[in-house]
Protein backbone atom coordinates (compact mmCIF):
# COMPACT_ATOMS: atom_id res chain seq x y z
CA UNK A 1 0.00 0.00 0.00
CA UNK A 2 2.87 2.06 1.03
CA UNK A 3 4.83 4.63 -1.38
CA UNK A 4 7.62 5.60 0.86
CA UNK A 5 8.36 5.01 4.26
CA UNK A 6 9.67 7.88 6.03
CA UNK A 7 10.15 9.04 9.54
CA UNK A 8 8.40 12.49 9.16
CA UNK A 9 5.34 14.53 6.83
CA UNK A 10 4.57 17.94 7.23
CA UNK A 11 2.11 19.62 5.68
CA UNK A 12 1.43 22.73 4.51
CA UNK A 13 2.87 25.88 2.89
CA UNK A 14 3.10 27.78 6.44
CA UNK A 15 5.63 28.76 8.77
CA UNK A 16 4.90 25.92 11.15
CA UNK A 17 5.70 23.21 8.65
CA UNK A 18 8.97 24.27 7.58
CA UNK A 19 10.29 24.81 10.76
CA UNK A 20 8.81 21.51 11.94
CA UNK A 21 10.50 19.89 9.22
CA UNK A 22 14.04 21.90 10.33
CA UNK A 23 13.74 20.64 13.89
CA UNK A 24 13.42 17.18 12.42
CA UNK A 25 16.13 17.07 10.30
CA UNK A 26 18.46 18.45 12.49
CA UNK A 27 17.07 15.48 15.06
CA UNK A 28 18.26 12.95 12.28
CA UNK A 29 14.74 12.03 10.91
CA UNK A 30 13.52 11.77 7.53
CA UNK A 31 11.42 13.95 6.35
CA UNK A 32 9.45 15.09 3.82
CA UNK A 33 7.20 18.22 3.22
CA UNK A 34 3.61 18.14 1.26
CA UNK A 35 3.24 21.76 0.37
CA UNK A 36 1.42 24.50 -1.92
CA UNK A 37 3.70 27.53 -2.57
CA UNK A 38 6.18 29.07 -0.20
CA UNK A 39 6.83 30.29 3.26
CA UNK A 40 6.60 33.78 1.51
CA UNK A 41 3.65 33.78 0.01
CA UNK A 42 1.46 31.31 2.07
CA UNK A 43 -1.32 28.89 1.41
CA UNK A 44 -4.62 29.40 0.05
CA UNK A 45 -6.58 31.36 2.61
CA UNK A 46 -10.14 29.03 3.35
CA UNK A 47 -13.27 31.20 3.64
CA UNK A 48 -14.77 31.94 6.67
CA UNK A 49 -16.77 29.04 7.02
CA UNK A 50 -13.86 26.10 6.69
CA UNK A 51 -12.75 24.66 9.34
CA UNK A 52 -10.04 25.44 12.09
CA UNK A 53 -8.05 22.87 9.83
CA UNK A 54 -7.46 20.64 7.07
CA UNK A 55 -9.86 22.87 4.60
CA UNK A 56 -11.00 21.19 1.64
CA UNK A 57 -10.00 17.27 3.70
CA UNK A 58 -13.68 15.67 2.66
CA UNK A 59 -11.96 12.02 4.50
CA UNK A 60 -14.39 11.36 6.99
CA UNK A 61 -11.89 9.84 9.33
CA UNK A 62 -9.21 12.54 8.99
CA UNK A 63 -12.30 15.45 9.10
CA UNK A 64 -13.65 13.85 12.38
CA UNK A 65 -9.85 13.79 14.20
CA UNK A 66 -9.32 17.43 13.34
CA UNK A 67 -12.46 18.74 14.09
CA UNK A 68 -11.87 17.24 17.75
CA UNK A 69 -8.97 18.78 18.31
CA UNK A 70 -11.00 22.14 17.57
CA UNK A 71 -14.49 21.02 19.23
CA UNK A 72 -13.62 23.21 22.55
CA UNK A 73 -12.36 26.46 20.46
CA UNK A 74 -14.99 29.34 19.42
CA UNK A 75 -16.29 29.08 16.29
CA UNK A 76 -13.95 29.78 13.66
CA UNK A 77 -15.98 32.95 12.55
CA UNK A 78 -15.89 34.35 15.62
CA UNK A 79 -12.15 34.53 16.12
CA UNK A 80 -9.91 37.31 16.06
CA UNK A 81 -6.71 36.60 13.82
CA UNK A 82 -3.21 38.08 14.26
CA UNK A 83 -0.96 38.04 11.91
CA UNK A 84 2.13 39.29 13.37
CA UNK A 85 5.04 37.42 14.50
CA UNK A 86 5.44 36.69 18.05
CA UNK A 87 8.71 38.35 19.21
CA UNK A 88 10.03 36.98 23.12
CA UNK A 89 12.27 38.90 24.67
CA UNK A 90 14.46 36.69 26.93
CA UNK A 91 17.27 37.34 29.12
CA UNK A 92 18.37 34.87 32.08
CA UNK A 93 16.33 31.22 31.84
CA UNK A 94 16.19 28.37 34.15
CA UNK A 95 15.83 24.81 32.38
CA UNK A 96 13.35 22.79 34.13
CA UNK A 97 14.35 19.99 35.72
CA UNK A 98 12.29 16.76 35.20
CA UNK A 99 13.79 15.03 38.17
CA UNK A 100 10.81 14.19 40.17
CA UNK A 101 8.07 16.24 39.03
CA UNK A 102 4.95 15.98 37.11
CA UNK A 103 4.49 19.58 34.81
CA UNK A 104 0.73 20.82 36.69
CA UNK A 105 -1.71 20.43 33.91
CA UNK A 106 -3.89 23.42 32.81
CA UNK A 107 -6.57 22.72 30.44
CA UNK A 108 -7.63 26.26 30.14
CA UNK A 109 -4.14 27.52 28.90
CA UNK A 110 -4.23 24.70 26.69
CA UNK A 111 -7.27 25.61 25.00
CA UNK A 112 -6.33 29.31 24.51
CA UNK A 113 -3.09 28.16 23.20
CA UNK A 114 -4.26 26.02 20.58
CA UNK A 115 -6.31 29.44 19.80
CA UNK A 116 -3.54 31.26 19.54
CA UNK A 117 -1.81 28.97 17.05
CA UNK A 118 -5.24 28.33 14.75
CA UNK A 119 -5.43 32.28 14.11
CA UNK A 120 -1.69 32.65 13.43
CA UNK A 121 -0.59 31.78 10.33
CA UNK A 122 2.96 30.89 12.48
CA UNK A 123 1.51 27.68 13.64
CA UNK A 124 1.47 23.66 13.60
CA UNK A 125 0.01 20.92 14.92
CA UNK A 126 1.67 17.73 16.12
CA UNK A 127 -0.17 14.63 15.67
CA UNK A 128 2.48 12.94 18.60
CA UNK A 129 3.74 14.94 21.53
CA UNK A 130 6.62 12.50 21.69
CA UNK A 131 9.84 12.99 20.04
CA UNK A 132 9.88 16.90 19.20
CA UNK A 133 12.95 17.39 20.72
CA UNK A 134 12.34 20.37 22.61
CA UNK A 135 14.08 21.77 25.98
CA UNK A 136 11.49 22.50 29.00
CA UNK A 137 11.72 26.48 29.95
CA UNK A 138 10.49 28.43 32.72
CA UNK A 139 9.44 31.72 31.73
CA UNK A 140 10.03 34.96 34.30
CA UNK A 141 6.22 34.54 35.18
CA UNK A 142 6.94 31.02 35.73
CA UNK A 143 4.71 29.28 33.51
CA UNK A 144 6.46 26.14 31.81
CA UNK A 145 7.05 26.56 28.08
CA UNK A 146 8.70 23.66 25.33
CA UNK A 147 11.41 25.17 23.26
CA UNK A 148 13.06 24.10 20.04
CA UNK A 149 15.51 26.48 18.89
CA UNK A 150 16.40 26.56 15.23
CA UNK A 151 18.90 28.95 14.38
CA UNK A 152 20.09 32.88 14.03
CA UNK A 153 18.68 35.22 11.39
CA UNK A 154 20.49 38.04 11.34
CA UNK A 155 19.24 41.31 8.41
CA UNK A 156 21.18 43.28 6.49
CA UNK A 157 19.00 45.61 6.20
CA UNK A 158 15.20 46.81 7.39
CA UNK A 159 12.88 44.44 5.86
CA UNK A 160 9.52 42.90 6.65
CA UNK A 161 9.52 40.32 9.57
CA UNK A 162 7.93 37.58 7.76
CA UNK A 163 9.24 38.13 4.37
CA UNK A 164 12.96 37.51 6.18
CA UNK A 165 11.95 34.07 8.30
CA UNK A 166 9.92 32.91 5.26
CA UNK A 167 13.10 33.24 3.12
CA UNK A 168 15.27 31.80 6.10
CA UNK A 169 13.41 28.82 6.94
CA UNK A 170 13.36 27.97 3.18
CA UNK A 171 17.08 28.58 3.03
CA UNK A 172 17.21 26.13 5.83
CA UNK A 173 15.16 23.47 4.21
CA UNK A 174 17.31 23.85 1.07
CA UNK A 175 20.66 23.75 3.22
CA UNK A 176 19.26 20.20 4.31
CA UNK A 177 18.47 18.82 1.35
CA UNK A 178 14.70 18.33 2.72
CA UNK A 179 12.52 16.32 0.50
CA UNK A 180 9.63 18.31 -1.03
CA UNK A 181 6.74 17.93 -3.42
CA UNK A 182 4.95 21.68 -4.33
CA UNK A 183 1.51 20.98 -5.55
CA UNK A 184 0.32 18.57 -3.31
CA UNK A 185 -2.14 18.35 -0.55
CA UNK A 186 -3.02 16.60 2.12
CA UNK A 187 -5.87 13.84 1.12
CA UNK A 188 -6.20 12.21 4.46
CA UNK A 189 -4.75 10.59 7.45
CA UNK A 190 -4.50 7.05 7.46
CA UNK A 191 -5.44 5.17 10.85
CA UNK A 192 -4.97 2.00 12.27
CA UNK A 193 -7.15 0.87 15.71
CA UNK A 194 -6.84 4.71 16.60
CA UNK A 195 -3.46 5.45 15.65
CA UNK A 196 -2.08 7.39 12.79
CA UNK A 197 0.28 5.15 10.37
CA UNK A 198 0.56 7.06 7.20
CA UNK A 199 -0.54 9.90 4.97
CA UNK A 200 -2.33 10.27 1.93
CA UNK A 201 -1.48 13.31 -0.83
CA UNK A 202 -3.05 14.40 -3.97
CA UNK A 203 -0.48 15.25 -6.23
CA UNK A 204 0.18 16.14 -9.85
CA UNK A 205 0.79 12.69 -10.50
CA UNK A 206 -2.11 10.86 -8.58
CA UNK A 207 -2.14 9.53 -4.52
CA UNK A 208 0.60 9.18 -2.89
CA UNK A 209 0.68 7.57 0.11
CA UNK A 210 3.24 7.97 2.71
CA UNK A 211 3.63 5.64 5.70
CA UNK A 212 5.40 7.61 9.06
CA UNK A 213 7.30 6.06 11.82
CA UNK A 214 7.29 9.68 14.09
CA UNK A 215 4.05 11.48 13.00
CA UNK A 216 2.36 14.60 11.06
CA UNK A 217 2.77 17.76 11.14
CA UNK A 218 0.15 20.28 9.36
CA UNK A 219 0.50 24.05 9.52
CA UNK A 220 -2.48 26.16 10.25
CA UNK A 221 -4.30 27.96 8.21
CA UNK A 222 -4.23 31.81 8.01
CA UNK A 223 -7.34 33.26 7.34
CA UNK A 224 -6.28 36.91 6.55
CA UNK A 225 -4.13 38.53 4.47
CA UNK A 226 -0.70 36.42 3.94
CA UNK A 227 2.10 36.56 6.91
CA UNK A 228 4.24 38.87 4.35
CA UNK A 229 1.85 41.43 4.64
CA UNK A 230 2.60 42.72 8.10
CA UNK A 231 3.98 45.96 9.18
CA UNK A 232 6.71 44.33 11.57
CA UNK A 233 10.47 45.37 10.38
CA UNK A 234 13.57 43.51 11.86
CA UNK A 235 16.10 45.89 13.14
CA UNK A 236 19.36 45.82 10.62
CA UNK A 237 21.89 43.91 12.28
CA UNK A 238 20.16 42.71 15.33
CA UNK A 239 20.47 38.80 15.88
CA UNK A 240 17.48 36.99 16.45
CA UNK A 241 16.82 33.56 16.95
CA UNK A 242 14.28 32.00 15.86
CA UNK A 243 12.33 28.81 17.85
CA UNK A 244 9.24 26.49 17.65
CA UNK A 245 7.69 27.07 20.75
CA UNK A 246 4.64 25.08 22.88
CA UNK A 247 3.16 24.00 26.14
CA UNK A 248 3.83 20.53 27.39
CA UNK A 249 0.73 17.68 26.82
CA UNK A 250 -0.40 20.64 23.97
CA UNK A 251 -0.40 19.11 20.14
CA UNK A 252 0.20 23.00 18.79
CA UNK A 253 3.59 24.91 18.81
CA UNK A 254 3.75 28.54 17.00
CA UNK A 255 7.20 29.85 15.49
CA UNK A 256 8.55 32.68 17.38
CA UNK A 257 11.60 35.07 17.55
CA UNK A 258 13.45 34.96 20.49
CA UNK A 259 15.18 38.86 21.25
CA UNK A 260 18.04 38.58 23.49
CA UNK A 261 17.92 41.37 25.98
CA UNK A 262 20.20 40.42 29.04
CA UNK A 263 19.01 41.19 32.48
CA UNK A 264 20.79 43.43 34.53
CA UNK A 265 18.77 42.86 37.67
CA UNK A 266 19.90 39.28 38.55
CA UNK A 267 18.74 37.56 41.30
CA UNK A 268 19.60 33.89 42.84
CA UNK A 269 16.60 32.49 40.36
CA UNK A 270 18.79 33.54 37.05
CA UNK A 271 21.06 32.17 35.51
CA UNK A 272 23.51 33.79 32.78
CA UNK A 273 23.87 31.91 29.09
CA UNK A 274 22.34 31.69 25.97
CA UNK A 275 19.10 30.47 24.40
CA UNK A 276 20.16 26.60 23.39
CA UNK A 277 18.83 23.26 23.60
CA UNK A 278 21.80 22.68 26.02
CA UNK A 279 20.54 23.53 29.75
CA UNK A 280 23.05 25.17 30.67
CA UNK A 281 22.67 28.12 27.70
CA UNK A 282 19.34 29.60 28.84
CA UNK A 283 17.01 32.39 29.32
CA UNK A 284 14.05 33.41 30.49
CA UNK A 285 11.30 35.29 28.79
CA UNK A 286 8.27 36.96 28.87
CA UNK A 287 6.20 37.57 25.23
CA UNK A 288 5.37 40.82 23.67
CA UNK A 289 3.61 41.20 20.38
CA UNK A 290 5.93 42.67 17.43
Known amino acids: MWDEEVDVVCCGSGFGALAAAVAAA ?3 LDVYIAGQGSAT ?30 ADLKPVTDAEYDSGLTVRPVSDWTPVSGRGRIAPFYGARLQEWAQDCLTSPYGVLYTRLADRGTTSMKTRAGEEIQVKVLGTLDADNAAGTA ?22 TLQRLVFEEGEILGVVLDTADGPLALRVRHGVALSTEPRVAGPAADGQLIEPGKPLQVGLVGYSAS ?26 DAPRESYRSRARRG
Open 163 to 184: AVVGDWLSAQVLDRQIQALDNS
Open 26 to 28: DAG
Open 251 to 276: RFGRVELLDHQPDTTRSDYCRSGGVQ
Open 41 to 70: TGSVIPGPEAPWLGSGIADPDTRDYLDALS
